[in-house]
């Protein structure tokens, strides 16, 4: 049963007025190109270029390196620069390919596909050769998400239009100005899975969507427009499916288990190029946003562009910013430093005048319980908090740590402006590294 | 170099000096009732017990080299809820001794703010009724003299008029005795989401139910609305058994904890030598907090269904 929403959650300021309504702007990219080869989860691609070689946009650059891995397009003409470890948006160094973009955008010729005519396979063999992964931030290869061992059990595909993050609208400028493509990149999920309906799942502070997607789907009786609570986070995998659904998995479960798929709807998007039209993953939306730019909106951008040139392009800083982050201000990563790249997985770049974290120092605990009453995952964060502290691994787990999704919520609501999600995410990291390397 | 940190990047507006702000808020309808009622030395009696607990505190965290703590405003809500627990004629040094213990003995030796295992005020009130019992059980003052409502009751004698005790024209501690005045409080404390009724309901409601069956009154409404409204329980349940740190923190435990205290309270009104028992029952029920929480553990979003497929 759908019931829409889910226990928990909180209202933040959601700040999307500042860029809800400008349309999407297609930003031409110059100088150097920067790929990194982990832009997904799993094995990072292998480059198949070298030093030297000259490219065109479109053209492969790195294949996949194993089945949960996802190859690399070139999105400008030029010549590779280099191949050398680069600042990624999470702090780290990762080996990537640069490019010198020679301004011309020669591209590769793509071939269009009719997807009502193409097998099972060739569908789910073009997604991967185009690299697709989940746009939503994780990052997953879409391809591995749309086999399933057993697809005749899946019963619904889902369409994760939520985007609950405040600040973020590149979705749902995609879905108001490219309407059609969400639609016909569903139907082409749907094709591999024959018993599935497919649900476009709109927050309802966003009617003009669901009005929208909903006139379009009159006649598709295999699609249809769910109007969801608008509460953060409404976009996490397992509440979206509890929402949709009705159906509930814990962290050591996939979608697949509940008979689902989920994904992010730029990444329908690219399913639909990727098998359509042949298109590699070369482009996606980025809001640019937040009170220190000039002009906040939604970007075009082709992947491996610098965010230097996104700011640029959003009218430059009306004041200097304390704090950027990449992605929403719940789970979005702080960057220190502006210059890292356009991945495949980067939704915004937010640019905050204030960092509200540093301006408010923790103090004690008071037990209010508000962080297990805004707990989507329904645990106790302020317990788990201090078992992390404590580095207690054991009690961590026996508490349900591992079911905690890291959305923010309580460090969030918190009165005393503790560090809960921090404190139980790093725990998180370092029983989940011990288990990879078990 | 922009400022780093993990999710998320914004916080609410809530704090802990803001919370306790609104439940000093909302305890001023019956400190100002009290002070009207009872005359100028309940006046003093607030202010001076409220600056002894503010000022140890700060002492305190003076000696011990501490971050001076007294901005949180919680020793402000300590010392108002015990001069309102203390009786209108006490001497003034009651409330000193009593805002000295409450505040040394059961908050800053646990550690301070958060990690006391009972409520502050309440220990404070049941050290002072042990050690000085006849100041703490006289509430003859200028505005009345003879027995509380509910010690009438107790003994047979004629209960004051109903109306009176629900506007608090009766005797009885600074700030106990107008129920009118303390749902004023509770009600802004709802609608700013400070409490919920999770505690307090249950509390309530399991008191009733419970001297229907055993005080032997039955369903006599007279008798259901002056226990409700004689002695400490509306304080208690809406301001004090309510304090975060010392009751459950998970939904479940919070609505034991309210039965528990319902129970306790009825069980000292009727069976015990006092008519009064609010206190001991959330002081007890604060014992049992870590025991509740344990287990009323939540289930975690999908646990349950696992359970069910592993059978």
């Given at each position: 049963m759908a019931k829409l ?115 099972k396979?060739?569908i789910l ?17 879409t391809?591995?998400k749309l086999s399933p061992k057993e697809p005749d059990k899946i019963t619904y595909v889902i369409a994760n239009c ?23 990149g569903m139907k082409i999920i749907l094709r591999l899975f024959d018993n599935a309906q497919g649900i476009l799942a ?15 789907t009159?006649?598709e009786s295999r699609i249809m427009v769910a109007?969801l ?8 995998e397992r509440q979206l499916i509890y929402a949709t659904t009705g159906r509930e998995i814990n962290?050591?479960m996939l979608p697949a288990d509940a008979g689902c798929v989920v994904d992010?709807?730029?990444?329908i998007?690219?399913v ?167 | ?301 999908g646990?349950?269904k696992?359970?069910k497929e592993?059978?």
């Open positions: 929403t889910f226990r928990g959650g909180v209202h933040p300021y959601d700040g999307k007025d500042l860029s809800k309504d400008k349309p999407i702007k297609t930003i031409v990219p110059k100088g150097e190109m920067v790929y990194p080869l982990s832009q997904h989860i799993g094995a990072p691609a292998v480059p198949v270029v070298k030093k030297g070689d000259k490219v065109l946009a479109g053209q492969k650059i790195a294949e996949a390196g194993g089945f949960v891995s996802a190859p690399i397009y070139a999105t400008v003409s030029g010549t590779v620069k280099t191949i050398e470890p680069r600042r990624v948006v999470t702090g780290d160094m990762v080996n990537s390919i640069i490019i010198d973009n020679d301004g011309l955008f020669e591209e590769v010729a793509y071939t269009a596909h009719n997807p009502e005519k193409l097998s396979k060739e063999d073009l997604i991967k050769e185009a690299g697709v992964v989940g746009m939503g931030g994780a990052g997953f290869p391809h591995v939520a985007e609950c993050e405040p600040y973020l609208t590149s979705d749902y400028r995609r879905m108001l100005e490219e309407p059609q493509k969400l639609i016909d709109v927050e309802d502070n966003k009617p003009d969507c669901v009005e929208r997607l909903t006139e379009l009159q006649n109007s609570k608008t509460k953060y986070p409404q976009g996490a962290s050591s992010n709807v730029d990444t998007v690219a639909y190029h990727a098998v359509a039209e042949g298109k590699p993953l070369m482009n996606r939306i980025v809001t640019v946003t937040g009170d220190a730019v000039n002009d906040p909106r939604n970007f075009y951008v082709r992947i491996g562009m610098n965010y230097h040139d996104l700011i640029e392009e959003a009218g430059g800083f009306k004041t200097e910013p304390e704090k950027v982050v990449s992605g929403g201000p719940m789970m979005g990563f702080a960057l220190f430093d502006l210059d890292v790249p356009t991945t495949k997985t980067a939704s915004a770049l937010l640019c905050l005048t204030k960092d509200e974290v540093s301006a408010m120092e923790p103090s004690p605990c008071i037990n209010c319980g508000r962080c297990v009453d805004v707990c989507p995952g329904r645990v106790v964060p302020r317990k788990l908090a201090v078992l992390a502290e404590h580095g207690d691994e054991e009690a961590f787990v026996a508490n349900d740590g591992m079911e905690c999704c890291e959305c923010g919520c309580c460090s969030f609501v918190c009165p005393a402006k503790r560090q809960l999600t921090q404190y139980i995410k790093s725990m998180r990291k370092t029983i989940l590294g011990k288990k990879k390397k078990a | 170099m922009f400022k780093v940190s993990s999710n998320p990047h914004i916080r609410s507006k809530d704090t802990t000096a803001r919370i306790m702000q609104y439940v000093v808020i909302a305890l001023l309808p019956t400190t100002v009732f009290g002070v009207f009622h009872f005359g100028l030395h309940a006046l003093l009696q607030v202010l001076i017990t409220v600056a002894t607990t503010v000022l140890t505190e700060y002492i305190y965290d003076r000696c011990m080299h501490k971050k001076i703590s007294i901005g949180d405003f919680s020793a402000v809500v300590t010392g108002l809820l015990l001069a309102l627990n203390l009786p209108p004629s006490a001497p003034l040094w009651i409330g000193v001794i009593g805002g000295v213990f409450a505040i040394i003995v059961v908050k800053m030796l646990f550690g301070g703010l958060g990690q006391n295992f009972m409520n502050p005020a309440l220990g404070a009130r049941c050290f002072l009724i042990i050690s000085f019992t006849s100041i703490m059980t006289n509430f003859d003052c200028d505005a009345y003299t003879g027995a509380t409502p509910l010690a009438a009751i107790k003994t047979g004698e004629s209960a004051p008029d109903l109306l009176d005790m629900i506007i608090g024209r009766t005797a009885g501690t600074i700030g106990e005795t107008s129920m009118i005045a303390l749902l004023i409080g509770a009600v802004f404390l709802l609608l700013m989401k400070v409490i919920d009724l999770r505690v307090p309901g249950t509390y309530i409601l399991s008191f009733v139910i419970f001297i229907i069956l055993f005080s032997g009154h039955g369903l006599d409404i007279n008798y259901i609305l002056s226990q409700l409204a004689g002695g400490g329980l509306m304080l208690g349940a809406f301001f004090m058994a309510t304090d975060y740190v010392t009751r459950p923190v998970t939904k479940n435990g919070q609505y034991v904890f309210g039965m528990f205290l319902g129970i306790m309270t009825g069980i000292f009104r009727i069976f015990g030598p006092s008519a009064e028992g609010v206190s001991y029952a959330i002081i007890l029920g604060n014992l049992l907090v870590p025991l509740i929480e344990q287990f009323t553990k939540p289930t975690a979003f646990k349950k696992v359970k592993a059978v």
